[in-house]
């Protein structure tokens, strides 16, 4: 029995490391293998802002109800605006003691004061509201801008678009490939695609928003590269009577 386990084992094993011709590499297809890359681009159609209030106060009780009546107000004026509460998210919240300060500038161990931070994102959808939401913010108590991010709401046409004329230029190269080597393009072998190229947030820094500054978004650049293998078709014909252009 154990002779016959140890063959067994002994076969099963050749039979890995000697693979049969079915596992033989098959030929080479005749290909042409070509990038085509395109873009399209576009003007931006929403915007996120990063607006806060900052508030100090001997106590902290003191700082947190200052800090969120501005906080109130903001929110508010915000709405008023028409920005939805889904566009509304706090991005960050703190509430941090102050020290005394030493004569040269060190930190006492003792507390005279606390500071209470609260940031909000907003993203404003109607992009020509978005001058007059910067001032009426800082109107309505907010000392913290961070400032402003354009980006498309919705990228995917755009990438569609870019994939097309991807796909054009790769077509356009193999074509091009193919007749100074005298074949022919024939059929798609494999399409592979690259990561796209999704412009991130284009980010403007902003110190404190006044009444009337110009807001400029500019334009966003998407782009898709592919990768595609063509299999070669046959030559041309030659001319028939197999003469060829000096032939009678």
Do not use: W
Request: aromatic share 4%; charged share 20%.
């Amino acid at each position: 029995m154990k002779a016959a386990a140890c063959a067994t084992l002994g076969l099963l094993a050749m039979g890995f490391l000697m693979p049969g011709r079915a596992a033989e590499k098959q030929p080479l297809v005749p290909s042409i293998t070509v990038v085509g890359s395109g873009k399209s681009s576009a003007r931006p159609d929403m915007a996120q802002i990063q607006v806060g209030v900052v508030t100090e106060a001997p106590l902290a009780a003191k700082a947190l109800k200052d800090n969120n009546d501005a906080m109130n107000r903001l929110f508010s004026t915000l709405e008023a605006r028409g920005i939805a509460r889904k566009d509304l998210q706090t991005s960050n919240f703190s509430v941090v003691p102050q020290y005394k300060r030493g004569p040269h500038g060190e930190q006492l161990p003792e507390v005279v004061g606390y500071r209470v931070s609260n940031q909000v994102a907003v993203k404003v959808r109607k992009l020509d509201s978005l001058g007059q939401v910067l001032d009426e913010v800082v109107q309505q108590g907010a000392n913290q801008v961070q400032g402003v991010s354009f980006s498309v709401a919705e990228p995917t046409p755009l990438l569609d678009e870019a994939r097309r004329k991807a796909m054009a230029d790769a077509r356009r190269k193999a074509e091009l490939y193919a007749k100074e080597a005298g074949v022919t393009v024939g059929r798609v072998l494999l399409i592979q695609e690259a990561t796209p190229h999704v412009p991130g947030p284009l980010v403007t820094g902003l110190g404190r928003a006044e009444a009337g500054v110009p807001i400029a978004e500019g334009e966003q650049e998407f782009g898709a590269s592919v990768t595609v293998t063509y299999a070669i078709g046959t030559p041309p014909s030659a001319p028939k009577g197999g003469q060829g252009p000096g032939g009678r």
